[in-house]
């Protein structure tokens, strides 16, 4: 972790996303996950009902890949989409949204996945203005999780895990360049899920909205590329 942003407004997060030597598939039991320190998706917003799961996310990087890990604990869980572009984020859901060169102003990719890896993923420069990524932008996203399949209520553990990796030719065909060491990229992490038992809206970086609303990229913190 590194120091926080500072400008107008209150301070964004920061997080060095640290390097790893070789690619690896998601669920590796040699990745060595615990060597990357956790960002903590700790502001819950919106609601009062009292639900605040804690969750945390790690990230490393080669040059191919981008490697994203969630941790939630979270003893009931629902989970019904199984499909690509399906409304994930009405189940148990995480959310990674980033713009990798803000510095263009085109937009941001938001990443949405329930517990078992399904993806609900877009580009553009707001919620109203959302073009849907093709199969073939992400032919090499793999995803592992410790649910692998749809439930409703308890599972059997206090947590799940859900790892995936984003193939870095995805944003270079998004914004035609390559992101490289000391690069610096805006984003958020999110835990939500619309139609669950408790509905709950969490952030890493703080959203001052005063109704729900994750796509609001003046609230993203930083990433730095180690």
């Given at each position: 972790?590194?120091?926080?942003?500072?400008?107008?407004?209150?301070?964004?997060?920061?997080?060095?996303?640290?390097?790893?030597?070789?690619?690896?598939?998601?669920?590796?039991?040699?990745?060595?996950?615990?060597?990357?320190?956790?960002?903590?998706?700790?502001?819950?917003?919106?609601?009062?009902?009292?639900?605040?799961?804690?969750?945390?996310?790690?990230?490393?990087?080669?040059?191919?890949?981008?490697?994203?890990?969630?941790?939630?604990?979270?003893?009931?869980?629902?989970?019904?989409?199984?499909?690509?572009?399906?409304?994930?984020?009405?189940?148990?859901?995480?959310?990674?949204f980033?713009?990798?060169?803000?510095?263009?102003?085109?937009?941001?990719?938001?990443f949405?996945?329930?517990?078992?890896?399904?993806?609900?993923?877009?580009?553009?420069?707001?919620?109203?203005?959302?073009?849907?990524?093709?199969?073939?932008?992400?032919?090499?996203?793999?995803?592992?999780g410790?649910?692998?399949?749809?439930?409703?209520?308890?599972?059997?553990?206090g947590?799940?895990?859900?790892?995936?990796?984003?193939?870095?030719?995805?944003?270079?065909?998004?914004?035609?360049?390559?992101?490289?060491?000391?690069?610096?990229?805006?984003?958020?992490?999110?835990?939500?899920?619309?139609?669950t038992?408790?509905?709950?809206?969490?952030?890493?970086?703080?959203?001052?909205?005063?109704?729900?609303?994750?796509?609001?990229?003046?609230?993203?913190?930083?990433?730095?590329?180690?």
């Amino acid at each position: 972790m590194i120091g926080p942003l500072r400008g107008a407004g209150p301070a964004r997060p920061s997080y060095l996303v640290r390097p790893v030597a070789a690619d690896f598939l998601p669920g590796d039991a040699a990745a060595s996950w615990a060597a990357m320190p956790p960002l903590a998706v700790g502001h819950y917003l919106w609601l009062d009902n009292g639900y605040r799961p804690a969750v945390e996310a790690r990230l490393c990087w080669t040059p191919r890949f981008l490697y994203v890990r969630f941790r939630v604990e979270e003893k009931r869980v629902r989970v019904r989409f199984t499909k690509f572009q399906d409304p994930v984020y009405k189940d148990s859901c995480v959310e990674f949204f980033i713009d990798a060169f803000p510095e263009l102003g085109r937009g941001y990719a938001n990443f949405e996945t329930n517990a078992i890896g399904t993806l609900l993923a877009q580009f553009g420069p707001d919620r109203a203005h959302r073009t849907a990524l093709w199969p073939e932008d992400l032919a090499e996203f793999e995803a592992s999780g410790s649910i692998r399949r749809p439930v409703e209520g308890e599972y059997g553990a206090g947590f799940w895990t859900l790892e995936y990796r984003l193939p870095l030719g995805l944003f270079r065909k998004l914004y035609g360049r390559e992101i490289k060491p000391g690069h610096r990229a805006a984003a958020n992490f999110y835990k939500c899920g619309d139609e669950t038992d408790l509905p709950h809206y969490g952030a890493w970086s703080l959203v001052g909205t005063p109704s729900p609303d994750f796509h609001r990229p003046e609230f993203f913190g930083e990433l730095v590329f180690g």
